[in-house]
């Protein structure tokens, strides 16, 4: 069949090579002139596969006031007539429940382990692939003990659904990173993940157009989708400014614009931007930078090495569309990392800035699978996830289209209408 993917980020490009690889003919349509050139450009880095419970949990309204008063707060909303923004914040507060947050976990641990076997074997099938990969493990510090103690209790009920995790206390937590050391009095401990990985998105993503051209995948480049209509027999056509898109099925991988995408045609998913932003800094041979994955609980920020850089990325801002920066939020990502790991950002180092648009779900869960539209399907939604999921993600959608979905993944994430 002839397959158009609407969107060549990371989500778009791998449902493409799982499709490509099932023997369908694929055409990806993508706005910008190159792929990967927004959220999955400057990401955490981190596929996080074992750390994946959602946002909205029992314990974020209580510090939702104080994170919305401070500027250098990990959430921030900034309220607009937006119809869109409301309903999404409603259902996120709806979601916040411990009942929620359990169900949300396990549903995305299934599809991240899943992802997991799925990425690695993807590393030994395309062993030209090179985007800084390592298999770095992951620790998430805590600064106080109560929030520790809420870990130690996710952790005991990760373990029930295949974790490997381990408590460490803070001077085991130094003892593991040293790069740490300056700051042992500030920790009161944390979580240790063997199995999580570290990575280049934006690598990733042009190392996969590679071989995606390289094997007859189509590409149409700087070209903008303008419509979603429905043709004879309920069929969903794309149509662009070069005219009708010719395909047998569509996937709409199109991140935070799907939602907007998709409204035409009455089908509203829960898919809102929450604005993030990222520095990148270069690593001389003497700096002093975390080889782990880390992660600051309580400040929300991520660093990843990722070959001779550090990448830092943070925040999550609810304030609608615009990728514009604001020079206040780059500024407390600098001072954060210029907390936790002075050596890398001392002598005034230059670092590159990024901010790109999270498409997130209330429930932090995607979206995957088919529509009322007997040819549309959709692979949204993913949040900070989306490099984590996007491999188990694509191969479920695949094998939804070939009318083989995996029975325990399928009914988890598909739109309920």
């Known amino acids: 069949m002839q397959i158009a993917v609407l969107g060549a980020g990371v989500i778009g490009l791998t449902s493409a090579y799982y499709l490509n690889r099932a023997g369908h003919q694929v055409i990806v349509i993508e706005r910008h002139g190159e792929v990967a050139t927004e959220t999955s450009f400057g990401n955490g880095g981190q596929l996080s596969y074992s750390y994946v419970a959602p946002l909205a949990g029992p314990g974020v309204l209580s510090k939702l006031p104080a994170w919305l008063i401070r500027r250098d707060s990990p959430v921030r909303f900034r309220p607009s007539v937006s119809r869109e923004q409301w309903l999404w914040c409603l259902k996120f507060v709806f979601a916040c429940t411990q009942r929620r947050s359990n169900l949300t976990t396990r549903e995305l641990l299934s599809l991240s382990f899943a992802s997991r076997a799925l990425m690695h074997q993807l590393l030994r099938d395309e062993p030209t692939l090179d985007f800084d990969f390592q298999h770095s493990g992951k620790l998430v510090l805590h600064r106080d003990a109560a929030a520790m103690q809420a870990a130690i209790n996710l952790l005991n009920f990760q373990r029930s659904l295949g974790c490997e995790q381990e408590a460490l206390s803070a001077e085991e937590c130094v003892a593991l990173e040293p790069a740490l050391a300056h700051v042992r009095e500030r920790i009161v401990g944390g979580i240790h993940t063997r199995s999580e990985d570290t990575a280049d998105c934006h690598r990733f993503s042009k190392g996969l157009e590679a071989i995606l051209r390289a094997r ?86 991520v660093y990843a090495r990722l070959g001779n850089r550090l990448r830092v990325a943070g925040m999550a801002d609810l ?85 083989k979905p995996d029975p325990s993944l399928a009914r988890l994430f598909s739109l309920a209408e």
């Open 319 to 403: 304030d609608g569309y615009s990728l514009k920066p604001d020079p206040s939020r780059v500024a407390a990502l600098r001072a954060e990392a210029a907390a936790l790991f002075p050596q890398v950002v001392a002598d005034d180092v230059d670092a590159a800035e990024w901010t790109g648009l999270r498409p997130a779900t209330p429930q932090g869960a995607p979206v995957i699978g088919p529509t009322r539209y007997p040819n549309l399907w959709l692979n949204i939604g993913h949040g900070a996830l989306g490099f984590t999921l996007a491999s188990g993600s694509a191969a479920l959608l695949t094998g939804w289209i070939d009318g």
């Open 216 to 301: 007859g995948v189509r590409f149409a480049m700087n070209t903008c989708i303008d419509a979603l209509e429905v043709a004879k027999g309920g069929h969903i056509v794309a149509r662009s400014s070069d005219g009708v898109v010719e395909a047998d099925h569509v996937v709409v991988a199109a991140g935070a614009s799907a939602a907007q995408l998709l409204q035409p045609l009455g089908l509203h998913v829960p898919v809102y931007p929450l604005k993030g932003y990222s520095l990148t800094y270069p690593l001389g041979p003497q700096a002093v930078a975390p080889t782990l994955s880390v992660t600051d609980f309580a400040r929300k920020v």
